[in-house]
């Protein structure tokens, strides 16, 4: 199994920007999907964007589209977000989460991920 650690989480004012990282450790990350989910106070946990295990196809959500972008690097076991003209309405917690790739596509449902990381807080300002 995998073991995921968030990271780069803070504070930003409205229109900054934050990259987010996911250290994974134990069996090759290259094994994995990844995505990352959010949750805010009060709300339920939403899908945000998702890569596969190769990073070949990629998959967000639309109120994030042309803002966030996700990656990984392999090489390095570990993935990214990278947010731009970030929102207060983006404020939450951010997940990342993987998934055994072998025989399955990229999911974009959290309930079919079975690692997950702590979580790591973004405040978005206005």
């Known amino acids: 199994q995998v073991q995921l650690v968030e990271s780069g989480g803070g504070l930003v004012q409205a229109g900054g920007s934050l990259r987010l990282s996911c250290a994974a450790s134990g069996r090759a990350f290259s094994m994995y999907h990844m995505a990352w989910f959010r949750q805010a106070p009060g709300k339920e946990r939403e899908f945000v964007a998702a890569?596969?295990?190769?990073?070949?196809?990629?998959n967000s959500a639309d109120s994030v589209k042309g803002r966030f972008t996700i990656s990984r690097d392999n090489a390095k076991n570990t993935g990214y977000l990278q947010m731009n003209s970030l929102k207060p309405e983006d404020t939450a917690v951010y997940y990342c989460?993987?998934?055994?790739?072998?025989?399955?596509?990229?999911?974009?449902?959290?309930?079919?991920?079975?690692?997950w990381g702590q979580g790591t807080q973004v405040t978005v300002s206005s």
């Open positions: 890569i596969t295990w190769n990073g070949a196809i990629t």
């Open positions: 989460a993987a998934e055994n790739r072998v025989g399955r596509a990229l999911p974009l449902d959290s309930n079919n991920y079975h690692y």
